[in-house]
């Protein structure tokens, strides 16, 4: 699936935001609580890895991938992506079709953006702030934006609690959403 022109031209910013994502989920963090501070300890953790020199040999490239690729799978809920992707169409779907189709959109979503996110040059990430809904206490967003060549990238992140966890599951990325990005390319599909 090809992705739009405007969504193309964050690709960078969306490797490094799936990637950022994930570190946490390897990272011990006693203390990090907060949706930002969960955020912040997964792109921070993600920023070292790029920045390793040991990994950036590259016979160590696919290693260090697949480092990327675990945290992505453990921070991520691809399955709320999946579901809130398809919309309503998602309610037609057998459990077995539902397992398939959060399968392949995790790859899709991973393999367009796996070689994006090794491509990083020392952007810097700028943590704004963090809004819990008050209403579901369960869902937030993180304020966050990648400063580049002088120029302000704004990404949101919108999460969702589970346990002491916040796990993603969509990416706003100046102003367009990952998951509507998606939903309306699988409308479009579904209508054919």
């Given at each position: 699936m090809e992705m739009r022109p405007?969504?193309?031209?964050?690709?960078?910013?969306?490797?490094?935001?799936?990637t950022a994502i994930d570190l946490s989920a390897g990272i011990p963090c006693a203390k990090a609580t907060t949706p930002l501070e969960q955020v912040k300890g997964t792109v921070e953790g993600i920023l070292a890895l790029m920045r390793d020199e040991a990994l950036s040999d590259p016979l160590r490239r696919e290693e260090r991938r697949a480092m990327i690729m675990s945290r992505?799978?453990?921070?991520?809920?691809?399955?709320?992506?999946?579901?809130?992707?398809?919309?309503?169409?998602?309610?037609?779907?057998?459990?077995?079709?539902?397992?398939?189709?959060?399968?392949?959109?995790?790859?899709?979503?991973?393999?367009?953006?796996?070689?994006?996110i090794e491509s990083y040059s020392d952007?810097?990430?700028?943590?704004?702030?963090?809004?819990?809904?008050?209403?579901?206490?369960?869902?937030?967003?993180?304020?966050?934006n990648i400063l580049k060549n002088g120029s302000e990238i704004p990404i949101?992140?919108?999460?969702?609690?589970?346990?002491?966890?916040?796990?993603?599951?969509?990416?706003?990325?100046e102003g367009v959403s990952l998951v509507r990005n998606y939903r309306s390319e699988f409308k479009r599909i579904l209508s054919k």
């Amino acid at each position: 699936m090809e992705m739009r022109p405007m969504f193309r031209k964050t690709a960078t910013v969306m490797l490094i935001t799936i990637t950022a994502i994930d570190l946490s989920a390897g990272i011990p963090c006693a203390k990090a609580t907060t949706p930002l501070e969960q955020v912040k300890g997964t792109v921070e953790g993600i920023l070292a890895l790029m920045r390793d020199e040991a990994l950036s040999d590259p016979l160590r490239r696919e290693e260090r991938r697949a480092m990327i690729m675990s945290r992505i799978d453990a921070r991520f809920n691809f399955k709320e992506m999946s579901r809130r992707s398809l919309a309503k169409a998602w309610k037609g779907l057998s459990n077995e079709e539902k397992e398939l189709f959060v399968k392949l959109f995790s790859e899709l979503l991973k393999n367009n953006y796996s070689g994006r996110i090794e491509s990083y040059s020392d952007e810097i990430m700028e943590y704004a702030k963090e809004v819990i809904n008050q209403n579901k206490k369960t869902r937030a967003k993180v304020y966050t934006n990648i400063l580049k060549n002088g120029s302000e990238i704004p990404i949101n992140y919108v999460l969702m609690k589970k346990g002491e966890e916040w796990f993603v599951y969509d990416v706003d990325i100046e102003g367009v959403s990952l998951v509507r990005n998606y939903r309306s390319e699988f409308k479009r599909i579904l209508s054919k």
